[in-house]
């Protein structure tokens, strides 16, 4: 008997570990681990979890086991209830993954049982795209080529037959999950169709994900190169969630991408890239494990944020969507809402919060992976220090995003604002960008601005240019 440890790879389609212990010739016990040090501040995706589970349950016939605990300890003990000689895994990137698989295989091995690793969440293996020299990539565009002419293995078939088993576990209920943002309930779990709904309303499971796949390459992936930047339009994959989960492998979007009519343009290159980004933050997360957490380049070190009392009431209005800036608040009320929110406003909401309040960007990453379904600590933090001017970024020091030219340009009809900040739908076109300047704007309560931007745009590059000066 082998046992399918389940983790970012809820699916059964191109999974290598799978196709692994199928060719064992074992019986297959497939398990999944809610890790105690991982729901701690799990926050919104913890129900999203639950209704993937629900969904892989179906998908493996109701055999998927769940056991509740430290990794360590359930995963070797489970392996000596059953016999089982041999635990099959994807391999694993982060650096809390890395540490528990370490532990698990020192466990199994002082038991005679082995661990075993095959393929990765990505493409291409964090860790495998290297330079000339033999050392990883520090910026993205290199990396992007290399990872292009590296490649990668044609995605693996679903079995014809998985000779699962079953044991004792416990049911789905018994995940913790948490309230949905938006109304207040919990969040769906499924029932047994393989798409049930997480956070949000969004379908989860393997066939979810492949049909919300194909959607966006049937219809909008031809036009995404001018779209992709339009929260207004909602024409993005919505493909992060799903890759989140590993309810599908990004091999699979590769290789039916590149059959397709559209391969060619624009949208399909830009598309690709989009995925090439998350594989690089993978791989930089994998040589630099400190950077989850602090900054990857010491060049700004001696930033100098700001911290106090005043500064806990700004950072608590920019969390609740009160800044006063229109296009800042609809996304974080979206992010509250959604546990989602457009990577374009990611990208504004960010630079709002560390370069016009000056605060360190770990406080505003920590808030988006509470509340993000698709809250993965790669791509998140290193995006958060790309903004910051602290990541892979060659030239972050002048990058301080405007929020009200940024919203004019990706929402020119403010229909994203309106549908987020409902105070200004009474505003007319590009005009709810501005509402601090529009007759009537303040009387449906509306915050003024909690920062006048030009000042604090001045006093970030202030700041920069201090610490360079000191680093000369």
Do not use: C
Request: glycine fraction near 10%; aromatic fraction near 8%.
């Amino acid at each position: 008997m082998s046992i399918l440890w389940f983790r970012r790879d809820l699916r059964l389609s191109d999974h290598p570990a799978l196709l692994e212990a199928v060719a064992s010739g074992d019986e297959i016990l497939p398990v999944f681990v809610p890790d105690p040090a991982l729901l701690r501040r799990a926050g919104t995706r913890a129900g999203r979890l639950v209704a993937s589970l629900a969904a892989l349950s179906a998908d493996t016939d109701e055999a998927l086991v769940v056991r509740s605990g430290d990794p360590a300890k359930v995963i070797p003990a489970l392996a000596r209830e059953l016999g089982a000689d041999h635990v099959h895994i994807s391999r694993e990137s982060t650096p809390y993954g890395r540490r528990r698989d370490d532990r698990v295989r020192t466990a199994l091995d002082a038991d005679g049982r082995r661990l075993v690793e095959t393929g990765s969440p990505y493409a291409v293996g964090p860790g495998r795209v290297l330079g000339g020299s033999g050392q990883p990539y520090k910026v993205f565009t290199p990396f992007s080529r290399a990872w292009h002419d590296h490649g990668w293995p044609a995605p693996g078939q679903r079995p014809d037959h998985i000779p699962w088993t079953t044991a004792t576990g416990e049911d789905l209920s018994d995940v913790p999950d948490v309230p949905d943002t938006a109304s207040g309930t919990g969040t769906g779990t499924g029932t047994g169709t393989g798409t049930g709904t997480g956070a949000g309303g969004a379908a989860a499971g393997e066939a979810a994900a492949l049909t919300r796949w194909r959607e966006f390459l049937r219809d909008d992936l031809d036009s995404y190169d001018e779209q992709r930047d339009r929260p207004d339009l909602d024409t993005t994959s919505r493909l992060s969630v799903h890759l989140k989960y590993g309810e599908i492998h990004p091999r699979t979007i590769l290789a039916e991408l590149a059959d397709h009519p559209v391969a060619a343009g624009e949208g399909a290159r830009r598309f690709v890239t989009e995925l090439a980004w998350r594989e690089f933050y993978a791989d930089v997360l994998w040589h630099r494990p400190r950077s989850a957490w602090r900054d990857l380049r010491d060049s700004l070190a001696g930033m100098h944020y700001d911290r106090g009392p005043e500064v806990d009431e700004l950072v608590k209005a920019w969390r609740r969507g009160r800044t006063g800036y229109p296009f800042v608040d609809a996304g974080m009320r979206q992010l509250l809402a959604e546990g989602w929110m457009h990577n374009r406003v990611r990208m504004v909401t960010a630079s709002f919060l560390v370069k016009d309040l000056h605060v360190w960007w770990p406080v505003g990453a920590r808030h988006f992976l509470d509340h993000l379904v698709d809250g993965d600590i790669a791509s998140n933090n290193h995006g958060w220090q790309w903004v910051a001017g602290t990541g892979t970024d060659a030239s972050p020091y002048f990058r301080v995003f405007n929020p009200v030219t940024q919203g004019r340009r990706f929402d020119p009809d403010g229909d994203y604002v309106r549908r987020w900040v409902p105070e200004l739908a009474h505003l007319p076109g590009a005009a709810a960008h501005e509402p601090w300047r529009a007759p009537g704007g303040y009387d449906h309560g509306y915050p003024v601005p909690i920062v006048d931007h030009a000042e604090e745009r001045r006093e970030a590059l202030r700041r920069y240019d201090l610490v360079r000066d000191r680093s000369r």
